[in-house]
């Protein structure tokens, strides 16, 4: 192994000596009392925060980091100590790619990458990636001698959902080639330089402390976590310096394995560091490495689909049709039928084809489905998916949902020959490959013709929406026999489990009670299990017997209690994928709840990031709690507490977002009119002073309220 620990222990003096001089350059130019800081995390330095729990905010505190880093250096004939050696190399990277934030602002601005992942990018990520909708993720570097081989391996990876990161020259390779770039496309170019690929370091170790609980300082957790946890892997292309193989090392200390393009022979470590010279041979190596299995759905269209172009978007310049509610009619509906009444893939297009010369059309996407075990309530579930499979295509975008939505279809997509039939195909193929528990048959009308479309929207799909709605409005928490858990994200969190109630959905905001009845039905041993509501010791705080039990084995004995309505009282923990953060504020006497996407500063003193980091991994913290937007409305919210009249500030965005919803639940449970009205805003106040004396001004109820504390 001399060669290879010679390569990786010479990249990590090289990039020691590097950071040494860096640092105090630094030093000596702006002071030690200069403030330095990743944009947007609560996590400091997450590689040296994580591995030592120490906080790095200030220049002066990062001498003594270079001293840990050079100590990890043994220069010791072991593979082992080289190992450490590339965590040394990772700790260098980290405080190299921090030094260009010294000054503030986007050092990335101007180059094809984007640096550091911000908190809530990583957070957006859990629910796709617990869900297998992001199976990996794939970390390519260097450049490849001839750009197609490199573009043809991203390709791979984009059509398999994975999540890629690009460090190097093969960002212009790529995008030379073809390949579609981007955080929403799930190919994101880092940087240039080889310590860019801290960035990808960071999100795993992050995730570790965000939805693992593993405590800053606990070095060997974290390594258990990332190689256990984080199905991440990285490929190289080109030449392998010294520096690119010690970062790689440091790759390996985390559990990554590393596959390169070039025959390394004997200095070949089996699972960990291995050569395939064979591109067409890379993905499939590199997958079965970390132990990723790929569904391969065939579908008979001509474009890609994965959910790697869920995010896409479709500018007018590059659209050839469009299906838009605000000009056209539109509506999506699944609806339930007799077994007799269903052809099984009958596929029916009413109207014209979108090559018939138009550049507009009316759509009714009508869907009919039978088999024994399907229920109505069902029908909303399956309906819902229409919109992610429809993204999933490759050229297509798809916004909003029931009868307003807006389709878009690239003139690309065109070209490559889709047509109708190929969305009625990609409907059927999904229904019956996720839906196969329920469903027996399923045929699919696409109707374009405009009059056939008014029909079907005014004589079925608008009586069908408004009886669920009505459904949906009659269910409450007592209504129903039992409550599920969900424990998808345990791959992630695994002391985590939500309970979801009908008034309470889960905290990511991708699973209803109805969504988790369906789940249970498609897979009777999976995630989400029924509840008994037996035996309510506490109806104020929402204590059950049976949550206690259920909760207490999905968390493997880590939770004994927990309370469905308090914030202060054996709260519901959180995974740390949740949509929206509340915590109290004391001044005020109530809470303020930020939604991840909100960058600002809260009344509290502390950013989303930074409220955030108070919970997640399935910790129970009184006094904050992560929850789903449309919960805020429910009038189970902080039911032990006092309710919605305990909500003092929001980002206006979701203020504005939750208004309707959160008025009309005000004036029915206390007679307020125009609730929203009284609660402030990042554009009335930032601090608590001030947020005070804008809920005196508006006499908010919550001045009149038991303390919380």
Not at 296 to 318: H, M, N, Q, T, Y
Not at 485 to 501: E, G, I, K, R
Not at 527 to 548: A, L
Not at 625 to 644: D, N, Q, T
Request: aromatic share 8%; charged share 20%.
């Amino acid at each position: 192994m001399s060669v290879l620990t010679d390569l990786i222990y010479g990249g990590s003096n090289a990039v020691a000596g590097l950071t040494e001089g860096a640092v105090n350059e630094a030093i000596a130019k702006y002071g030690a009392d200069q403030k330095i800081a990743f944009p947007d995390t609560a996590y400091y330095f997450p590689t040296i925060y994580a591995a030592t729990g120490v906080k790095v905010t200030t220049l002066g505190d990062l001498p003594a980091c270079v001293g840990v880093l050079k100590s990890l250096i043994s220069n010791k004939e072991d593979l082992g100590e080289a190992l450490n050696a590339g965590l040394a190399t990772a700790v260098g990277a980290e405080i190299l790619e921090a030094l260009k934030y010294v000054e503030g602002g986007d050092p990335y601005a101007n180059e094809s990458g984007i640096g550091f992942v911000p908190d809530p990018v990583i957070r957006s990520l859990g629910v796709p990636l617990v869900t297998g909708d992001i199976p990996g993720v794939a970390v390519v570097l260097g450049k490849a001698a001839e750009a197609s081989q490199v573009a043809n391996v991203v390709k791979d990876y984009q059509s398999k959902g994975l999540m890629t990161f690009l460090i190097g020259d093969c960002i212009e390779q790529a995008a030379e080639q073809g390949v579609k770039m981007g955080l929403e496309l799930r190919v994101v170019p880092l940087g240039h330089d080889v310590t860019a690929v801290i960035h990808v370091v960071t999100v795993a170790i992050r995730a570790a402390l965000i939805f693992g609980n593993v405590q800053p300082g606990d070095l060997q957790g974290l390594l258990a976590y990332t190689k256990e946890r984080v199905p991440a892997f990285v490929n190289t292309f080109g030449e392998l310096n010294n520096v690119v193989v010690s970062a790689g090392a440091g790759a390996i200390a985390l559990g990554f394995p590393v596959i390169v393009d070039v025959d390394l022979g004997e200095n070949q470590v089996p699972g960990a560091l291995e050569s395939v010279t064979d591109h067409t041979m890379t993905v499939k190596h590199s997958l079965e490495l970390r132990n990723i299995k790929i569904k391969v759905k065939e579908l008979p269209i001509p474009v890609a689909f994965a959910s790697a172009f869920e995010g896409e978007i479709i500018r007018k310049a590059d659209m050839k049709v469009e299906f838009w509610s605000a000009k056209n009619t539109t509506c999506e509906l699944v609806t339930m039928r007799d077994l007799d009444q269903v052809e099984d893939h009958k596929i029916t297009l009413v109207g014209p084809d979108i090559d018939s010369g138009e550049t507009e059309y009316a759509l009714a996407t009508y869907i009919e489905v039978a088999g024994p075990k399907m229920q109505k309530d069902f029908e909303a579930v399956i309906e819902r998916k229409i919109h992610a499979w429809f993204n999933y295509m490759e050229g297509v975008m798809h916004t909003g949902q029931r009868n307003q939505f807006r389709i878009r279809i690239s003139k690309d997509a065109y070209e490559k020959g889709l047509r109708m039939k190929h969305f009625a195909e990609v409907l059927y193929v999904m229904i019956m490959d996720e839906f196969d528990a329920v469903v027996d048959k399923c045929q699919v009308t696409l109707v374009t013709d405009p009059v056939e479309a008014k029909r079907i929207l005014d004589e079925e799909a608008m009586p069908a929406y408004n009886a669920r709605d009505e459904r949906l409005a009659s269910m409450t928490d007592e209504s129903v026999d039992h409550f599920y858990t969900c424990t998808l994200c345990q791959s992630f969190a695994p002391a985590h489990c939500c309970v979801v109630t009908p008034e309470r959905l889960g905290l990511c905001g991708a699973v209803s009670w109805l969504d988790a009845k369906a789940t249970k039905e498609l897979n009777d041993a999976g995630p989400s299990q029924p509840i008994s509501k037996e035996g309510c010791t506490d109806p104020i705080k929402g204590y059950y017997p049976d949550v206690d039990r259920m909760v207490n084995e999905a968390s493997h004995g880590a939770l004994e209690h927990v309370s469905l309505y308090s914030i202060m009282e054996d709260p519901m923990t959180s995974c740390g994928c949740f949509e929206c953060i509340c915590g109290i504020e004391p001044m005020s006497n109530g809470v303020v709840i930020v939604n991840r996407e909100f960058a600002g500063m809260t009344p509290t003193g502390m950013t989303f990031g930074e409220l955030a980091s108070m919970t997640g991994g399935g910790v129970q913290t009184p006094g904050f709690m992560g929850h789903g937007r449309h919960f805020i409305s429910s009038k189970k919210f902080m039911y032990a507490e006092g309710g919605v009249e305990r909500i003092v500030w929001m980002p206006k965005e979701l203020k504005d977002d939750v208004a309707p919803k959160l008025n009309a639940t005000a004036k029915e449970l206390y007679g307020i009119d125009n609730f929203t009205d009284m609660i402030g805003d990042e554009t009335i106040c930032e601090d608590a002073e001030s947020l005070l004396a804008f809920l005196q001004e508006k006499n908010h109820p919550v001045l009149g309220m038991d303390p919380l504390m």
